[in-house]
């Protein structure tokens, strides 16, 4: 993938949200996780899903991800009502996901672990210089200066190279949506600067991310939009110039802050409920 490709395209609508949900609901037997969950993302914009243990955020990501079906709402992408069965149709939109684990294999190397699985040429011969030309291509469009080399082990690089890998990864395939659950949370200083730069880049070269961070630093730093989840509801989805890091910590631990967030009766329900 080119850095090119990862523009938007000429004449674009981008007033239509790349993603919209639309009560989404999700339950696992009588727990009721997700509670008619409202949510717009927009290409070229990161949105930050942030919110309490278990206010699930992970449920959501992999509904979207197609990991988890939601039981009912409608699932929007770029305007049209898509069904997403598993990951591999939520892959076909263009939808990618990093997890915190990151999924990467020590013993090989960059480019091997960024061809995982999709490796290019025959099961007799992988064409090896294709897959090299294409790390580099990605990793140069992403301003991806950490690297001294695409053939160095995973085992031997940083946490922040590491992270740097998996998100290169998840742009290599045409992606549109790129998904980043905590990509900071086990780095130092300097590793989460590097990797908030990336994903500032992500956004800037016109794909959509959504980033999950208990971190609220590094959401007003990177955030376009900030979407806030208390106990399976989306209490309120806010511009990031429109909100204070107070105000936030209120919506995450009590659903509400002034006019934003639940009213005092599906406050009190919702707690009730759980």
């Not at 914009?45 to 942030?50: D, P, R």
């Not at 990501?61 to 049209?80: M, N």
């Not at 997890?99 to 061809?115: E, G, I, P, S, T």
């Not at 053939?151 to 190279?161: M, P």
Request: proline share 2%.
């Amino acid at each position: 993938m080119t850095a090119e490709a990862l523009a938007p395209s000429p004449g674009a609508d981008t007033a239509t949200p790349l993603l919209s949900l639309r009560n989404v609901q999700k339950s696992f037997g009588a727990v009721h996780v997700l509670r008619g969950v409202d949510l717009d993302v927009r290409a070229g914009h990161v949105t930050a899903l942030v919110g309490d243990n278990g206010a699930g955020k992970s449920t959501l990501i992999k509904g979207i991800a197609g990991i988890h079906g939601f039981d009912e709402g409608d699932y929007l992408f770029e305007g049209q009502r898509v069904h997403v069965h598993g990951p591999k149709d939520a892959n076909a939109l263009g939808i990618e996901v990093v997890y915190q684990d990151l999924a990467l294999c020590d013993n090989l190397d960059v480019v091997q672990n960024m061809f995982l699985g999709r490796e290019m040429g025959s099961s007799l011969a992988l064409n090896e210089d294709s897959m090299e030309a294409r790390a580099r291509e990605t990793l140069n469009g992403l301003s991806v200066r950490t690297l001294r080399s695409v053939r160095t082990a995973v085992a031997s690089l940083s946490g922040g190279q590491r992270q740097t890998v998996a998100i290169a990864r998840s742009v290599l395939w045409n992606s549109k949506l790129v998904i980043l659950d905590e990509p900071t949370a086990a780095l130092g200083v300097a590793q989460t600067e590097q990797v908030l730069r990336l994903v500032r880049r992500l956004a800037d070269r016109g794909l959509g991310v959504i980033l999950i961070s208990h971190n609220l630093n590094d959401v007003f730093e990177v955030a376009d939009d900030i979407a806030v989840l208390y106990l399976g509801s989306m209490v309120a989805q806010v511009k990031r110039t429109d909100v204070t890091s107070n105000q936030v910590v209120e919506l995450i631990t009590s659903g509400r802050y002034g006019d934003m967030g639940l009213s005092d009766k599906d406050a009190v329900q919702v707690e009730e409920e759980q």
